[in-house]
């Protein structure tokens, strides 16, 4: 089936481009167009047919020496069926109109190169009677004529002529040759359709034919829809991708088109990647970031504070915070009674000396404490805490942007940029130590 697609594409592709390449077939695959100018209902244009007529009578009784009189009939002729090409055209319906225009200006160099005339001050009709005429010399009709024969007749000969069918429409007979292909498709379609209701693939019957849409379009009988076909051919190849029975995927042509863009995407990647490097070394060497930081700093400065200042009086007013700190205190005041050796000189320090010492202790930490909690719920505590924080925050911005610890942050990261550009430029794929895989063969090339 995947062949089967790609042919069916192929000739869709090759009926869609026809028209615009039939002049090159003509030329050099004629071939080509004799078999099929008929599927296109193209054939010769009567009106360019037959001046290639006259011209082949009048070269051949120029080369058998014919009397003028004999040739001014055939010249006459010829003449007046280039006033009916140039009034009504016959290259407009196949959209060969400048070889028209390429058929007057080469008669014109011509008769340029004859010493007669100006061809630019002439009108095309009159480039056409003086080209097919005996003047001013019999003898220089027939060169005129080889030339024709031998440059300008191609242009005439590739013209065609292409009627409308019942319908108005031009004539294409393309659907006798895509008529397989879809009967093809269509009954592949509907066994697929039938199979996934057999295995229940999906929870309703009508989800098939949504999940595989570009098929469904695919078979639609209207040209227009052809080209959805394409998707047939992808969904065909991933198929047989995650089949265990397929080769699909593991072949020659999908281990080159793997390899290959894999060095693409590499390429794009490194690119992108040493662009925004680059664009971030500019950044921090003309002190960019440090903008960004007060900028940052100084919009979201007041909330943070407000943030942290609730913090720390929560913190400072908690009942559990308020015993942890107790107990450490309690702790560091026994620990102060034995380190001093002046409280150790005093008479029962277990017994008077140590309770005193908690006790005092704990007397001022708890009005500290107590005092500070009611300074942090008034709002003036409440505004010097926001107050200290601002403080602390203008001064981590401005160690970080102004003092040595932003210099040595700069150029450390100038320098770490520096390394990874170094090692974002080297091509992986290219290196000789790296074990690659063929694209021929399933090993590893050694």
Sequence with gaps: MVYLALVNLGLIIFDLTYLWLRPTYFEHLPVVTRIYDPVKGIEPEPLTERYLELAEDVSGQASRGATPDGLETSLSELRELSAEMLDDNPFERSGLETNLIRLVLEMGNKLEEEGMVQHRELEAQEIFDLFWSLAPDPERLEPRVVFFQSDLAALLEVNYLRRYNLGGELTDHFWLIDLPFLAIFVVEFFTRWYLALRRATYPRWFFFPIFNWY???????????????LFRIASIYVRLHRSEHSMIGDDPISRTVKYISNIISEEISDMVSLRI????????????????????????????????????????????????ARGFLDTNLDNAVESAEALRRLPLPDVVLRPLVASVGQAVFDAFADTLAATLSSPEGQQAVKA????????????????????????????????????VAVRKWALPDQPRRSIFTRDPID
């Design 388 to 423: 200290m924080i601002e403080d602390a925050i203008d001064g981590l911005v401005m160690e970080i942007t102004e003092g040595e610890l932003e210099q040595a942050v700069r150029e450390i990261s100038i320098e770490v940029i520096g390394h990874m550009k170094e090692t």
């Design 215 to 229: 098929d469904l379009l695919g078979i639609m009988p209207f040209k227009q829809m052809r080209l959805f076909r």
């Design 277 to 324: 490097l680059n664009e971030t070394q500019e950044e921090l060497r003309e002190g960019t970031h440090k903008r960004i930081i007060r900028s940052v700093a100084d919009s979201h400065r007041d909330a943070l504070a407000a943030q942290l200042a609730i913090r720390v009086r929560e913190l400072l007013t908690n009942d559990e915070v308020r015993q942890q």
